[in-house]
């Protein structure tokens, strides 16, 4: 069975461009998270989705991020005008039953 | 609200020696307790969970772990480590009664193994 794939891998960008990450979860997980996990720190959560329905997005920064899972399948995170801070790993998970299982992660760099 | 502390953020062992990493946690209503391991340009992969029960569950690769309501703590054990376990190792609470649901994680401890 394959896992959670994410693409691209890295990315690097100036402050003030965009950039996507896309996430394809395991099939039959309806839950799909999307983690913020700066250098040298644990994953912080910034949006889940039951099927395409946002559940939680209270940790994502709305005036420059956002997410969207349209069919309940795959999931874009997008940045608009990333910024230093930004710079961080994006991992992305889907959920079965009690556990998460995550994907390799996007490594963003903004300069 | 919840938290997870992992003091460590640093673990330096000789391969072979036995090994913990300590977690404590904060939440006021039944926690179910993870531990993750992630190993270099990797995702987090599940080591094992806690369910309200047993206190020690067993996970893969010869890790253990034990809750402690009392100490507020859940740390992982290893009798006898490999350098294939060189890696950061992540604790984490599930919150709002729904297992795995919404994990909130520790910072991390850095396993180093030395030869």
């Known amino acids: 069975e394959a896992g959670v794939t994410q693409s691209p891998r890295y990315a690097v960008l100036q402050e003030g461009q965009a950039v996507s990450f896309w996430c394809d979860p395991i099939s039959g997980h309806d839950t799909l998270y999307w983690y913020q996990q700066p250098r040298d720190q644990g994953p912080q959560l910034l949006v889940y989705?039951?099927?395409?329905?946002?559940?939680?997005n209270s940790q994502l920064p709305s005036d420059r991020f956002s997410a969207v899972r349209p069919k309940g399948t795959n999931s874009t995170l997008k940045i608009q005008s990333a910024k230093q801070g930004d710079t961080a790993t994006y991992l992305c998970?889907?959920?079965?039953?009690?556990?998460?299982?995550f994907g390799p992660g996007t490594r963003l760099l903004v300069l | 609200a919840q938290s997870v502390t992992q003091p460590d953020a640093r673990v330096t062992v000789s391969e072979g020696a036995s090994l913990q990493l300590r977690c404590k946690y904060s939440?006021?209503?039944?926690?179910?307790l993870f531990w993750y391991v992630q190993y270099p340009r990797q995702g987090l992969q599940l080591l094992l969970k806690y369910y309200p029960g047993d206190p020690v569950v067993q996970g893969v690769n010869g890790f253990e772990a034990e809750f402690s309501k009392s100490n507020s703590s859940f740390h992982l054990r290893k009798a006898s480590v490999h350098w294939s376990d060189w890696a950061v190792y992540f604790c984490a609470v599930s919150v709002n009664n729904n297992a795995g649901a919404k994990l909130t994680f520790g910072g991390g401890t850095r396993l180093t193994v030395r030869p």
């Open positions: 939440y006021f209503g039944t926690p179910y």
């Open positions: 989705f039951r099927d395409e329905a946002v559940i939680d």
């Open positions: 998970a889907s959920r079965d039953r009690d556990t998460q299982y």
